[in-house]
Every structure is written in structure tokens, then in C-alpha cells.
């Protein structure tokens, strides 16, 4: 795993950088903004994650670590790949998707360019709870429970429901529920079964 680059800037594109560290040139995608502070020749420091496809081994870099691990519980995310989380980090900044998530607010996810409605909410859901809070002055209090979405859809997952229906079940009750079913998993758990119904219970690989 390559966790951090530290060289020279060989090259700057719109969305990449050539680091070159002792003498080896790393292809390394980045925000725009990133691209943007950096100009050929500059020493770059970057905290990166190494993404291993059967095809390709590609790198992506980012300016300090609360991005890196934002970035990493992203494309641990239903529906979300790596360019589709850099483009969530190209569009909002950390305390901004911290603040989103805890608002329960999917508005800013959808007007990231690649991200849908249904991935929107899943990023919500699927955050909650996994986020270090926005800092004072920031968000409202939140009206569903931190957690309490990602134990319901861990508990949908345990009785057979696949992560995908779990979750978009999940994201589908949050819309219409209480803020006494956001409350507790209990409450949620029983309001999304309500929804879903014992005969739609699919098989662990379905």
C-alpha cells in the first residue's frame, strides 16, 4: 500500500499530478483544487490510497488526512466509486459533508456531477455515524440518530436482505419517518420492515 507520496511535481493536469520520488514518476488523481495550488516543480506532499483494479493500480492524492479517510469510507459507500468520492471532495469540503450527513441532507450529494439521487441518500445513511462531527457553528442538530441507519441496514443485512435493498430501504423510510423513528434502530428497524414486508426477504447473495 502506498500511503503518502513526497517528491517533485513533474507535470499538473486539471484533475492529476506526476509526482516524481527518487526518480519514479507517480500518476496521482486529485481534486482540481489541488491541481490548481500546485505548479511544475513545487515539492508535494500528498496522504494517498492506492486502488487495485484487475486492469489498472491508480493512486489518489489528497492534501491531509482528514480527506484520505472521508475519501475511504465514500467508495465504502453502495454505488460509489473512486472518481465519483474524489468528485464529492472536488465539490464539498470535509466539514461540509459532515454537516450534510448530520443534517440527514442528501441536497449537496446531488449536485455532484455522476452522483444520483438514490446514491445521494445512500451516502447519508450509509456516513451516518461514521463522521467526526462539524465543528461548533456548524450544523444543526440532526434529527436522525448518529448510527442509527447503518445498525438498521446491518440489521436488514443479518435477516437476508442484500447492502443494496437494505440500504436503499433504509434511505427510502428516512424520507417519509418520524423523528421518533429516526430515534432509535429499534424504531427505524421496525418502520423499514413495515415497508419491506417478509416476503421481498431475499437470500444472503441476492
Known sequence: MISSLQGTAASVGDDSLVIVVGGVG???????????????????????NLIVREDALSLYGFENREELVVFTQLIGVTGVGPKSALGVLSSLTVPQI???VASDDDAPFRRVSGIGP????????????R?????????PAASVAPGVPLQVTQALMGL????????????????????ADKATVQALLRRTLSTLGPA???TAGG
Open 200 to 202: 421481498r426477504k431475499e
Open 26 to 48: 507517480f500518476s496521482v488523481a486529485v481534486t482540481p483544487q489541488v491541481a490548481r495550488a500546485t505548479h511544475v516543480g513545487a515539492e508535494v506532499h500528498l496522504h494517498t
Open 160 to 179: 437476508g436482505w442484500s447492502e443494496r435493498t437494505a440500504g436503499e430501504a433504509v434511505a427510502a423510510t428516512l424520507e417519509d419517518a418520524t423523528d
Open 131 to 139: 463522521l467526526a462531527p462539524p465543528t461548533a457553528g456548524g450544523a
Open 118 to 129: 438514490k446514491t445521494a441518500k445512500l451516502i447519508v445513511v450509509q456516513l451516518a455515524g
Open 98 to 100: 459532515a454537516e450534510a
